[in-house]
């Protein structure tokens, strides 16, 4: 049994140092093994990223409140987003979003100051789903900027000290 052993590991070094030996003349290949990490840790690290960036969307505004137009500033603000389009129909921002033209339509209902002022806003945020990963990082943010409004439009630091 241990003859076995030996002739096999003998075998296996053989067939490992007769690769090592032509890999070692084929400068292409070391190249290829040497640089290519390097080229994906810089291109994944600094080039691609899964943060969504100058995002189409829509807003259809029943309110016409001012606190309305500060919640879609406030989304606008957050630097993922472009100005919105404003639509005048539940049916035309859903056209948007068949286009393609719009990830998300930012729907706000009519009695949304006061639901704000009372501390329960709710709005509705329909989106895209052609591109799964990118449409639930839009409507994370969306929904933080939500959960974080203030109609009366204080400051943050603001709120805090009020608590």
Do not use: K
Request: no cysteine.
């Amino acid at each position: 049994m241990s003859g076995r052993i030996a002739r096999f590991a003998s075998n296996v070094l053989a067939v490992a140092y007769r690769e090592a030996t032509v890999i070692r003349h084929d400068a292409t290949f070391i190249g290829v093994v040497a640089v290519q990490p390097v080229m994906m840790i810089l291109l994944f690290g600094l080039a691609l990223s899964n943060e969504p960036a100058n995002v189409p969307w829509a807003v259809l505004d029943q309110s016409q409140s001012a606190a309305s137009r500060r919640l879609a500033e406030e989304i606008e603000r957050t630097g993922y987003f472009v100005p919105p389009v404003a639509v005048a129909s539940y049916d035309a921002g859903l056209e948007l979003l068949r286009r393609g033209s719009a990830v998300a339509l930012v729907v706000i209902p009519r009695d949304f100051h006061r639901d704000a002022l009372r501390g329960a806003p709710e709005v509705q945020v329909l989106l895209d789903g052609a591109d799964p990963l990118s449409a639930a990082r839009v409507g994370g943010y969306v929904a933080q900027v939500a959960r974080g409004f203030d109609p009366t439009g204080r400051s943050v630091p603001a709120r805090r000290a009020d608590r």
